[in-house]
C-alpha cells in the first residue's frame, strides 16, 4: 500500500498482516476484534479512532523507508552528507 486515509471506517472482525505504509492513516475510525500483525500502524496513524478488544502483534520496527515515493538514491546520500556537514 502506498498511501491510503480511511475515514468515518468500521473495521470489524479484520486481520492486517504484513503492512508497512508510511502514508496510511485511519480518520474517525472504529476497529472491532481486530488482529495487526507485523504491521507499522503505529497509534499516530489513527486519528481520532477507536480501537476495541484488538491486538497488536510483531509490530515493525526501526525506520521504514519507503522507495515507492519519488527519492531516489541521489537525494538519499545527499540528505545524508548535508546531515554530516551539520554535525
Known amino acids: 500500500m502506498k498511501s491510503v486515509t480511511f475515514e468515518d ?3 470489524e472482525e479484520c486481520y492486517f ?3 508497512t505504509s508510511s502514508n496510511t492513516f485511519f ?18 496513524k489513527f486519528i481520532n479512532s477507536r480501537v476495541l478488544n484488538s491486538t497488536f502483534l510483531h509490530n515493525k520496527e526501526g525506520c521504514q523507508l519507503d522507495f515507492s515515493d519519488d527519492n531516489n538514491a541521489y537525494m538519499i546520500y545527499f540528505v545524508s552528507f548535508l546531515g554530516t556537514l551539520a554535525v
Open 17 to 19: 498482516e504484513d503492512i
Open 27 to 44: 480518520k474517525n475510525c472504529t476497529f472491532i476484534s481486530t488482529v495487526f500483525y507485523n504491521t507499522d500502524l503505529f497509534e499516530y
Open 9 to 11: 471506517s468500521l473495521f
